[in-house]
């Protein structure tokens, strides 16, 4: 069974980097897509960033050009690095693994191995 598990996260000061990661064991990482979703308080969950087998990657605009996410195959492992953070990044982070089709990146329901989630809280 697929469970994506995500180290990382915590509190820091607007302006500040934090780095996630999420460890898919189990998964062939070929025949994937990793994506990273967050929700802020009050809010619906929203997908911020994807990554394909080939290394394609995608972002939501809400984070791009702030945030990078890799992957590292041998370690079935997807990374989330967070810059410039903003107290609006503010949110429950976690990480989903499934086969999805190109363009579905961020829809949640495309995806149906979740991590449990990691807090992220930023400060002003």
């Known amino acids: 069974q697929v469970q994506p598990v995500e180290p990382g996260g915590g509190s820091v000061q607007a302006g500040g980097s934090l780095r996630l990661s999420c460890v898919v064991p189990g998964v062939r990482l070929n025949r994937n897509c990793m994506g990273w979703f967050r929700q802020p308080p009050g809010k619906a969950r929203e997908g911020i960033a994807g990554?394909?087998?080939?290394?394609?990657?995608f972002y939501a605009d809400s984070v791009k050009g702030r945030f990078t996410i890799s992957q590292d195959r041998a370690k079935n492992t997807v990374y989330l690095q967070m810059n410039d953070l903003k107290p609006e990044d503010t949110a429950m982070y976690s990480c989903?693994?499934?086969?999805?089709?190109?363009?579905?990146?961020?829809?949640?329901?495309?995806?149906?191995?979740w991590g449990q989630g990691t807090q992220v809280t930023i400060s002003s």
């Open positions: 989903a693994a499934d086969l999805v089709p190109v363009g579905r990146w961020s829809d949640e329901n495309a995806y149906k191995f």
């Open positions: 990554i394909y087998t080939g290394g394609s990657a």
